[in-house]
């Protein structure tokens, strides 16, 4: 079993469809991370998070460090958001080493 | 554009070729990663350079050879690959630990 797990594994919404991905991890972190994968394979960092909650555009991310759990929503989602949304974890007491999930797929049409 | 490049973006390669790819950043970063991405599997790490000194090998086959010559450049020398190692190979570089940035990625082929 993978130590970081996604869900869904693919997910379909409209435009302006209000959408959230789940991260789950068994291990103990020093981090969070977020991370979107274009079509082209070019992965951008959208958030790195140790607590709490943080807020870009459209974007929001939050981690609960008790539960081992993260949520990356997008509101008023639009076809450039299509991508695949990768969550990874920094291992507490470990090297910077980053865990990934498999990934989830997000599709949004007009 | 992360400030990580990464060349050739496309390789195709028989078995017995000998190719490298290469990965630059000038983002003043000290420590590169090299992860293989396979299709419908999670990114994989495969070796880790800090200041130009390998800290980190994910048990790497040999016929993959890293060198990182300066802070700036990273390498990935392959030599008698197999089918199997065709899969999308992305550079990152980082300050310290913190948010990583990712370069294009080159995507490999092994016929």
């Known amino acids: 079993k993978n130590e970081v797990e996604q869900s869904p594994q693919n997910l379909t919404a409209q435009e302006g469809e209000f959408i959230t991905i789940n991260c789950s991890y068994s291990v103990g972190i020093s981090a969070l991370h977020w991370l979107q994968q274009h079509p082209g394979g070019g992965i951008v960092s959208l958030f790195m998070l140790s607590s709490g909650k943080k807020k870009h555009g459209r974007l929001i991310a939050t981690i609960n460090i008790q539960e081992k759990h993260s949520s990356l929503h997008i509101t008023a989602s639009h076809p450039r958001d299509s991508a695949v949304y990768i969550c990874a974890v920094v291992r507490i007491m470990g090297t910077d080493k980053l865990i990934f999930g498999t990934g989830t797929r997000l599709q949004v049409f007009p | 554009e992360t400030g990580v490049t990464q060349t050739p973006r496309h390789l195709v390669m028989g078995m017995t070729n000998k190719k490298s790819l290469k990965c630059e950043q000038h983002l003043g970063h000290n420590a590169m990663y090299w992860y293989k991405q396979s299709a419908k599997k999670p990114l994989e790490l495969m070796f880790v350079?800090?200041?130009?000194?390998?800290?980190e090998n994910n048990s790497v086959p040999s016929r993959f050879s890293p060198e990182c010559p300066n802070s700036s450049h990273l390498f990935l020398h392959l030599h008698t690959l197999q089918p199997e190692d065709s899969a999308l190979y992305l550079c990152?570089?980082?300050?310290?630990?913190?948010?990583?940035?990712f370069g294009p990625g080159t995507r490999l082929t092994v016929l």
């Open positions: 990152a570089s980082t300050f310290s630990g913190y948010e990583q940035f």
């Open positions: 350079y800090n200041f130009k000194e390998q800290t």
